[in-house]
Nanobody, 123 residues
Framework: QVQLVESGGGLVQAGGSLRLSCAAS????????MGWFRQAPGKEREFVAA????????YYADFVKGRFTVSRDNLKNTASLQMNSLKPEDTAVYYC????????????????WGQGTQVTVSS
């Protein structure tokens, strides 16, 4: 079992920045892809960004490319999502997740999920 805890969410004005962190415990996650997803009220959960097991490959949804940067530290069992130039449409609960394998961007490829952290961007 893997437990994931996100932190760093909050209220920010449009154009501002936030950095989300995800701490994993229970077992090492260095051999598994890690991803960030989000869910806005009334909408389905959607992919935001992911890294493969080593962090050498990163993947982003089109709507965050150039604004968000995903990273991981396998020694610390952590991942981060740096969010810049935030927009009101980025408002959502953001979830950290660990995949079943070394790569993955599809929501069905992820096995363990955190409880989520709220990000609210005001206009």
């Amino acid at each position: 079992q893997v437990q994931l805890v996100e932190s760093g969410g909050g209220l920010v004005q449009a154009g501002g920045s936030l950095r989300l962190s995800c701490a994993a415990s229970g077992r090492t996650i260095s051999m598994y892809a890690m991803g960030w997803f989000r869910q806005a009220p009334g909408k389905e959960r959607e992919f935001v960004a992911a890294l493969n097991w080593s962090g050498a490959s990163t993947y982003y949804a089109d709507f965050v490319k150039g604004r968000f940067t995903v990273s991981r530290d396998n020694l610390k069992n952590t991942a981060s999502l740096q969010m810049n130039s935030l927009k009101p449409e980025d408002t959502a609960v953001y979830y950290c997740a660990v995949a079943r394998g070394p790569n993955g961007v599809g929501i069905d490829e992820y096995e363990y999920w955190g409880q989520g952290t709220q990000v609210t961007v005001s206009s």
